[in-house]
């Protein structure tokens, strides 16, 4: 099956700091990435989507300044979380569609955020 | 835009009965309808999806319902085993938009 993965995994940096958070499709090619995050015991929150070479579109309440998307290739997005804060702390999960005229869309095993 | 209702919040069943999780959706242009697996710590998981061409599909142990007139649909999971106990969410989307609208979750706890 498709599978997303995720790097890291967890991610401990002081404030002020920026963190890198990778994101790639190891056997298919990903048109479409989304980025999301999720608060403890909460549903999904999307965050952004990126099409490949594209800039990402941000939804409502989402500073693009702050949440970096880059999305270089088919395979590979990555979000950059720019001067973290405490409230920056989270569960940040990417997810990739298959292709076009497809709907099925698998995710990344996440990364969690701690901000000091 | 489209609104996922998801109920209940919290089931536990005991170990070898069924447990149904249910969503309603408000779009009728939506069309597409995964279920998701989550473990504590862990990215949500594709278990099953749907289409608004079927009315159920089933794999295995698991299999979802489809009523598009009620706008309603339902993952239902036989012979429950503990290593089924997660957070299910159910999702909702038109074919060919990028918004997954999720549930809320259903936090199932199968006791052995």
């Known amino acids: 099956g498709a599978v997303v993965s995720q790097h890291p995994s967890r991610v401990i940096c002081k404030s002020g700091t920026s963190v890198k958070i990778e994101c790639r499709s190891l056997?298919?090619?990903?048109?479409?990435m989304f980025w999301y995050r999720q608060f403890p015991k909460k549903s999904l929150m999307l965050m952004a989507t990126s099409n490949e070479g594209s800039k990402a579109t941000y939804e409502q309440g989402v500073e693009k300044d702050k949440f970096l998307i880059n999305h270089a290739s088919l395979t590979l997005s990555t979000l950059t979380v720019t001067s973290a804060h405490p409230e920056d702390s989270s569960f940040y999960i990417c997810?990739?569609?298959?292709?076009?005229?497809?709907?099925?869309?698998?995710f990344g095993p996440g990364t969690r955020l701690t901000v000091l | 835009g489209e609104n996922v209702e998801q109920h209940p919040s919290t089931l536990s069943v005991q170990e070898g009965d069924s447990a149904v999780i249910k969503c309603t959706y408000s779009d009728s242009a939506s069309n597409y309808f995964p279920w998701y697996k989550q473990e504590l710590g862990k990215g949500p998981q594709l278990i099953i999806d749907?289409?608004?061409?079927?009315g159920e599909k089933k794999d295995q142990r698991i299999a979802v319902t489809l009523n598009k007139t009620a706008k309603h649909f339902s993952l239902h999971i036989t012979e429950t085993q503990p290593e089924d106990s997660a957070v299910y969410f159910c999702?909702?989307?038109?074919?060919?938009?990028?918004?997954?609208?999720f549930g809320t979750g259903t936090r199932l706890t199968v006791i052995p």
């Open positions: 749907i289409r608004s061409n079927v």
């Open positions: 999702a909702a989307r038109q074919t060919g938009a990028n918004n997954l609208f």
């Open positions: 056997d298919f090619q990903a048109t479409t």
């Open positions: 997810s990739a569609r298959v292709s076009y005229g497809t709907d099925t869309q698998y």
